[in-house]
């Protein structure tokens, strides 16, 4: 079965700093989707990746697949408190496959 | 409405009793999903509709768990002689086929 490895399990970092979550799978993905979570709370998306070196933007995050379509990486530019959550890494196979997740990645900003 | 819609928020039952958790997808969402999450661990897939039909339940765990989805819209969950086991929260998404996931905000099932 495919899995997703997520790292770091948890982060800890100073309001304004740059960070980077990690998403790895032993096997080449058809699509990466990045989602957030807050506590008690449902995933809301942020974005989907589906080329080999592919990256996208949306304010200050950004994310990446590599080339081989095995690893993505999630990027958070001068981190806010508003960044706080988990961040879940989510692949299919195929495009009529279920999403897989990872662990997920607790990211707290201390002000 | 708007999202997608998860009843009720919060469950607490006791141990051997039966629950039924609804979803109420998107409108027009031809996809639907059921995960559960556990505590600090990554949702983890149960069942996946397309209209009304289980395309793959290869995710529920074992014959207590059955889901249906009779019109194509409004799922329903539906745990038989709850475990301790079974505590968790209950998630469900819906899509276009192949697209995004919108999820519910979950449905927590507490077993005492």
């Known amino acids: 079965s495919q899995e997703l490895e997520q790292s770091p399990q948890s982060l800890i970092v100073q309001e304004g700093k740059n960070l980077t979550i990690n998403c790895t799978s032993s096997k080449t993905l058809y699509g990466l989707y990045w989602y957030k979570q807050k506590y008690g709370e449902g995933l809301i998306f942020l974005m989907m990746l589906q080329k080999g070196g592919e990256e996208k933007s949306h304010e200050k995050i950004t994310a990446k697949l590599d080339e081989k379509k095995q690893q993505s990486s999630l990027h958070i530019t001068a981190s806010q408190p508003s960044h706080a959550g988990i961040y879940l890494c989510g692949a299919s196979k195929s495009g009529n496959t279920p999403l897989v997740f990872g662990k997920g990645t607790r990211l707290s900003v201390i002000a | 409405g708007a999202g997608v819609s998860q009843t009720p928020s919060n469950k607490v039952t006791e141990k051997g009793k039966y629950v039924e958790l609804r979803c109420d997808p998107i409108?027009?969402?031809?996809?639907l999903y059921w995960y559960r999450q556990s505590l600090g661990q990554g949702p983890e897939f149960l069942i996946y509709?397309?209209?009304?039909?289980?395309?793959?339940d290869s995710g529920l765990p074992n014959d207590r768990f059955f889901a249906v989805r009779p019109e194509g819209s409004v799922s329903t969950l539906k745990i038989q002689r709850t475990e301790r086991g079974d505590s968790a929260v209950y998630l469900c998404?819906?899509?276009?086929?192949?697209?995004?996931?919108?999820f519910g905000e979950g449905s927590r099932l507490t077993v005492l």
């Open positions: 998404a819906s899509s276009l086929s192949g697209g995004e996931l919108f």
């Open positions: 509709f397309q209209g009304t039909g289980a395309a793959d």
């Open positions: 409108s027009g969402h031809t996809a």
